[in-house]
């Protein structure tokens, strides 16, 4: 089965940035879609940045000035650089991919922390 992993997240101070990275393993044929999802508490899950497979890109309005998506690399690998971070912006992040394997699915990550706190 298809695997997502990411990391990069931990504890930054408000105006600090932060790189987070996903890498995708397993029996993927195709990746068409990529990117990055976050669920703060108390919110629902919300998009936060995803790139197709020929490299269009796709931002939240209220993040696209401070969050920037990586193509999907070729070990099926993306980063997410996050910056400026305040608060508002404490979550657990999620990779998520849309692949063709045996056939067309969508993956999940178990979600990075990130916490924004002097």
């Known amino acids: 089965q298809v695997q997502l992993v990411e990391s990069g997240g931990g504890l930054v101070q408000p105006g600090g940035s932060l790189r987070l990275s996903c890498v995708a393993s397993g029996p993927i044929g195709y990746i068409k879609t990529m990117g990055w999802y976050r669920q703060r508490p108390g919110w629902g899950r919300e998009q936060v940045a995803l790139?197709?497979?020929?490299?269009?890109?796709e931002y939240a309005d209220s993040l696209q000035s401070r969050f920037t998506n990586s193509r999907v690399n070729a070990n099926n690998s993306i980063y997410l650089e996050v910056n400026n971070l305040n608060p508002e912006d404490t979550a657990v992040y999620y990779c998520?991919?849309?692949?063709?394997?045996?056939?067309?699915?969508?993956?999940w990550g178990p979600g990075t922390q990130v916490t924004v706190s002097s």
């Open positions: 790139i197709d497979h020929d490299g269009g890109t």
């Open positions: 998520n991919t849309y692949v063709l394997t045996q056939r067309w699915l969508t993956y």
